[in-house]
């Protein structure tokens, strides 16, 4: 059921896989256009498939609002650089990347996406990929990229209390601190939370965890060599 504030629409319902098979596909076309017309109409195209899915134009323009900074910087020294058309166009491929991968994630839950990847991954692992594990990564990058930008903005906070201005130095270091230190405490959660570690044995025998053994404290065993304790 969904809830009454909710946006649907046959957007929406579309599968996972077939949303990024068309981003991926997209994103390898507007790499290769140079015509800045072209780029214009998927820009303007892009805009239109937020109409479609309901979704208002400040949500979409949300999404480029923080690379806006880069976007001007990048557009005036590629026009002095070179020329002001290649400066259009830069702006415009990236502006078009970012609105069609925006929308990819805002019109399919995060646990499809997650599954669509892991499927498709499948086929790699007898060459030593691990699907869950990426999928694992790419669920914490969708789940963390938002806190690391509220982050940011309570940095941001804190230095106009302190009077300090705008100083990109001032921000970056502690967010890069507090970044590293929250996957650490990220990655030393997962380990610990984790029954099994990597294991390179036979398939099909269980890698080692750790278990209790009667009378004793921690002990590292084999779930192999675990005998079952019967309660009578």
Known sequence: MKSRGEISSFLHALPAAA????????GTGLVLVGSLPVLAGAFLGTLILYW?????????????????WLLVLLFVVQGFWQSWEIAGLVVLRISTLILLAAFVTLTTRTDALIAAVERALTPLRRFGVNPAKVGLAFSLALRFIPVIAQQANDIRDAQRARGLGANP???????IVRTLRMASDVADAIDARSPYSDHSGDEGELPPRFVLEPNTSNARMSCNDAEPQLKT
């Not at 990024?20 to 997209?26: D, E, R």
Request: aromatic share 4%.
């Open 169 to 175: 130095v001032a921000l970056a270091l502690p967010l």
């Open 52 to 68: 479609l899915a309901g979704i208002s134009q400040q949500k979409a323009f949300q999404q480029l609002r923080p690379l806006l």
């Open 19 to 26: 949303k990024l098979l068309v981003l991926a596909a997209a």
